[in-house]
């Protein structure tokens, strides 16, 4: 038997305590804490916040905006950050949830609107030729979604296996293309099998190695604070994996070993040479 999506009868706030759309912010039935003391306590929580939803858009805007896709229109990243900031302060206001860029989503689109090139020598890859530019399909699945939440019955009758199907699906999809997933396979390959890439050429087996495993032990150590109950302290790992990478690494590896294994965006087309 299948789980069906489980939601509201009508467009009404899930509270049922709520008696409106907008929080009453001078309320406190919830708690003895004074509002003045409250809301300086809460400014800690919200910077972290803050800092997790800006560096989520901040990479969001550097995956789509690499060289490689050969955009024509300019990035906005402060436009972005200041739209962001009015979007959630309306969230806040009426007790939605916060809103971030959805960087896989976002990277799943942007390939959808991708011409690729039909001639190329056997044993290349298609090479980027445009991308449609456009904000025509993104509107429209803002607008359905928006239209979807006025008919209740349609979502509850949707089993919670589909979306959480189609959510996986897009995820997998995330992950074709990047370093890390080959070189974590090369983990389990014998050397003589290794595929043909740059790094591959220029760098010891044992360095490949030993750059993936920390890479890989960060990941797991990022994953479980985010599911643990310290997870609000999750912006704070983040900044700590980052600087990491910025001083640390280079105490491991030379900054050629670090520019084939970690490349920052070159504007190279060869998607295999890079994250």
């Known amino acids: ?77 402060n436009w972005d950050t200041l739209i962001m900031g009015f979007i959630l302060l309306g969230c806040s206001l009426l007790g939605l949830p916060w809103l971030c860029a959805d960087s896989v989503r976002t990277m799943t ?7 690729y090139s039909r001639y190329y020598a056997p044993g290349e890859k298609p090479r980027v030729l445009y991308i449609h530019e456009q904000r025509v399909t993104i509107i429209l699945v803002h607008l359905l979604v928006g239209v979807f939440l006025l ?74 604070i985010k599911l643990s109950p310290v997870s609000p302290l999750f912006p704070i790992c983040a900044i700590g994996v980052a600087i990491f990478r910025r001083y640390g690494m280079s105490r491991l590896f030379s900054q050629e070993e670090i520019n084939e294994l970690d490349p920052e965006e070159s504007g190279s087309e060869d998607d295999s040479d890079h994250e």
């Open 1 to 77: 038997v299948s789980t069906q999506s489980t939601g509201p009868d009508s467009f009404i706030p899930t509270s049922k305590n709520r008696k409106s759309w907008f929080i009453d912010m001078l309320d406190t039935s919830y708690t003895s804490i004074p509002i003045p003391q409250l809301a300086f306590a809460a400014i800690v929580p919200a910077f972290l916040v803050s800092v997790l939803i800006i560096m989520e858009s901040h990479l969001t805007g550097v995956l789509v905006h690499s060289p490689r896709h050969r955009l024509v229109k300019g990035s906005t990243p």
């Open 109 to 115: 689109h942007m390939r959808t609107l991708t011409v």
């Open 151 to 224: 008919f209740p019955a349609v979502i509850q009758s949707i089993p919670l296996a589909v979306p959480l199907g189609v959510f996986l699906f897009l995820g997998f999809l995330s992950l074709s293309g990047l370093q890390f997933v080959k070189r974590f396979q090369m983990l389990f390959m014998s050397s003589k099998y290794f595929p043909d890439y740059s790094f591959t050429r220029k760098i010891r087996t044992g360095k490949i190695h030993m750059f993936t495993i920390i890479q890989f032990v960060m990941c797991v150590m990022m994953f479980g």
